[in-house]
């Protein structure tokens, strides 16, 4: 499913989720790749430059990475749409994004390594986070599980290499750099997706197409440090995707969530802060968005604990300005539980400021 774009935490451009449609361009047979990198090394006289191996070490460390980590990618198929998978354990229990699975129960998956389609069902789904698990019926011997890697060292021009089936074309490779880190962004709504606020997703420059949602971003040590989930889009361009601007959710994440969901059918610790609260937008007389006016208070939340009550109006999260509820959500998404933060809220036209220590955002299960 070509997921449309939708206005983004980012100045001008949009976002759209990155599963697609099994009708475009799956009966190409020859998968992309990444072209060779520039910078040979200079070879002997008696050493035939373009024979394989011959000294170009970035080539063939991509091509190590590929070998290593290729097989644990697989191509999911639900329905009328696409996506991309991670082999997460041996007995086959298959991670992606809750946007790829969306309603349905049952799909389909390819490995890397065979055309033959194995079934699988839904373990959980977990839109707020947009992961998900499926689980292979039938898992064949030999499955190799992804080797998931230390979110805390992923660091700016880190080279990274995603893998997926993007337009349908299995088992493609993309090559690009870690842009940037920490970056906080509101998915677009869709069918399985809410529209979910996600923080601490890992940005770089390698393309990321419709089908590649559920991928994975590799470094090159073969660690998984995240999976291919958005891509950037140009609004004045009718959704055509921003080069080289593509999200995924950090490997912490994807770690902390699927062992829940695979354990327990569904997540209790989010790992992601909340004030414990209930708001709406708050608008102005000229009708303008002037804030988070909170609607109910969580009894033994961070909010009643630090004396916020209903009607309070959030301006602001430290120095982050709020002016909307998706403006708060988004302060918020960049935060963890048990930080501690200045609110400040108007109450009965007074600006007033609260010492808040986060608490932990409710799962709903």
């Known amino acids: 499913m070509f997921a449309p774009g939708a206005v983004a935490a980012l100045t001008a451009l949009a976002l759209a989720g990155c599963s697609g449609s099994s009708s475009s361009s799956s009966s190409a047979s020859t998968p992309a790749s990444t072209a060779s990198p520039s910078g040979a090394t200079k070879q002997a006289a008696s050493t035939p430059t373009n024979q394989p191996g011959s000294g ?15 097989p644990s990618v697989v191509q999911i198929t639900t329905g009328e749409s696409l996506g991309s998978g991670i082999v997460y354990d041996d007995k086959g229990d298959i991670v992606t994004n809750a946007h790829v699975v969306g309603t349905a129960t049952a799909f389909t998956v390819t490995l ?4 033959k389609s194995l079934d699988a069902t839904l373990v959980a789904s977990y839109p707020d986070s947009d992961l998900a698990v499926i689980k292979l019926s039938s898992p064949p011997s030999g499955l190799k599980p992804a080797v998931f890697g230390d979110s805390s060292k992923v660091e700016l021009g880190q080279i990274t290499l995603a893998m997926g089936s993007p337009l349908g074309l299995s088992s493609s490779v993309t090559q690009g750099i870690v842009s940037a880190t920490g970056r906080t962004v509101t998915e677009p709504r869709g069918v399985g997706s809410p529209g979910a ?3 601490n997703m890992v940005q770089t420059s390698a393309a990321i197409n419709p089908g590649n949602s559920g991928g994975a971003l590799v470094n090159l040590d073969s660690q998984v440090i995240g999976i291919n989930t958005l891509a950037a889009t140009e609004p004045q361009t009718n959704g055509v995707s921003a080069p080289g601007i593509g999200f995924a959710i950090p490997a912490s994440t994807i770690t902390s969530i699927t062992d829940q969901l695979i354990k327990q059918g ?16 708050s608008f102005n007389q000229q009708f303008q ?5 909170i609607v109910a208070v969580g009894t033994g939340g961070a909010a009643a604990a630090a004396g916020l009550q209903p ?6 999260i430290d120095d982050t300005p709020v002016d909307s509820l998706n403006a708060l959500t988004t302060a918020l998404a960049s935060l963890t539980p048990g930080s501690k933060v200045t609110v400040t809220y108007t109450r009965d036209g007074k600006s007033q400021t609260a010492e808040v220590t986060l608490g932990t955002l409710a799962t709903g299960s």
């Open 289 to 293: 968005p002037a804030g988070a006016v």
């Open 266 to 281: 569904k997540v209790t610790n989010s790992g992601r802060a909340a004030l414990g609260i209930t708001a709406r937008t």
């Open 56 to 70: 170009n070490q970035l080539q063939d460390a991509y091509q190590k990475v590929i070998a290593d980590v290729l």
């Open 112 to 115: 890397a390594n065979t055309t």
């Open 197 to 199: 606020t996600i923080g």
């Open 311 to 316: 009607g309070d109006v959030i301006t602001k």
